[in-house]
């Protein structure tokens, strides 16, 4: 499990760097990135699993749940990574480990082990270091508000995936979670055109090196790490699967240094290591192994 965790984290990271360069470089809007991911990413499930799709009322409703609010939770951070850098980005969608055992609690009463309490404390310390220019100087700005909100709201989709994938056909409800953040994004573009106004320029949709990107994203960033995520949550409990994607942030930093000239020092060095020591406390005193 631990191998497809770092895969899944690893492609995701990506996200933050690549949908950077969308909206910085190209301008592509946040609804047209929302929508073509997701859209494409559904259609290769359903091209790939056919035969093993099974759709009811029930495994609608429990994927749209989840699509609705993965859909939600991608808006807020892409709105929000138009304000903030990739790394407060990375770090701030990190916020739903401290969400995620009080919303187990609320919804499904699940007691809150005090060795969770400290390896989700200890985890916030090394996402914060990663993210700040200088210790205790962190200021947020509305960039940083609208991705605590996409923080908050993956916090939710965390716990739904790993109860719904118990008693639900994973590749219907995959299928169903991308075609309603799909529609989630169509939905915004309404909101963008109707209601705000903007003006929005698709022919920068046709440059190759945009169309790569969104291929790479619907596919690489999306079909692949979030199928593995139904998998992987389907064997582990939620708070340990959100502390496990704690490994975002890191991978998230390591590529934008190599893609954003975003800086390395020992703060940095210090942050890995605090989330690598909360995602080991956390599975220490668990029978499971990830």
Not at 59 to 79: D, E, H, R, Y
Not at 97 to 116: A, S
Not at 122 to 151: H, K, P, R
Not at 157 to 169: D, G, L, Y
Request: hydrophobic letters at 55%; aromatic letters at 16%.
């Amino acid at each position: 499990m631990l191998i497809l965790l770092i895969i899944i984290n690893l492609l995701w990271a990506s996200t933050f760097i690549f949908g950077k360069i969308l909206l910085n470089d190209f301008s592509i809007p946040v609804s047209f990135i929302i929508s073509f991911r997701f859209l494409v990413a559904g259609i290769t499930v359903g091209i790939i699993f056919w035969k093993k799709i099974t759709l009811s009322k029930s495994v609608m409703i429990k994927g749209s749940i989840i699509g609705s609010i993965n859909g939600l939770a991608m808006i807020f951070q892409l709105v929000g990574l138009q304000y903030t850098t990739a790394s407060n980005s990375g770090f701030l969608t990190a916020t739903y480990i401290l969400f995620l055992p009080f919303i187990e609690k609320l919804f499904w009463r699940n007691k809150i082990r005090k060795i969770v309490l400290l390896s989700v404390t200890t985890a916030f310390i090394g996402v914060y270091l990663l993210s700040v220019s200088e210790f205790g100087s962190f200021q947020f700005n509305i960039g940083d508000i609208y991705t605590i909100a996409c923080g908050l709201i993956f916090a939710f989709q965390i716990m739904f995936i790993s109860h719904f994938t118990k008693e639900a056909n994973i590749y219907s409800l995959i299928l169903i979670q991308f075609m309603a953040s799909a529609v989630m994004g169509f939905g915004y573009l309404g909101y963008e055109i109707l209601v705000i106004g903007e003006s929005i320029d698709f022919s920068m949709i046709f440059d190759p090196t945009v169309i790569s990107t969104l291929v790479f994203l619907a596919i690489f960033a999306t079909f692949i790490p979030f199928s593995l995520q139904f998998y992987v949550q389907k064997r582990i409990q939620p708070t340990i699967a959100g502390l496990a994607y704690l490994m975002e942030p890191i991978f998230t930093v390591i590529l934008a240094v190599i893609f954003l000239s975003e800086g390395f020092g020992w703060q940095t060095f210090f942050g890995i290591l605090f989330i690598l020591l909360g995602i080991l406390m956390a599975n220490f005193k668990k029978s499971e192994k990830l």
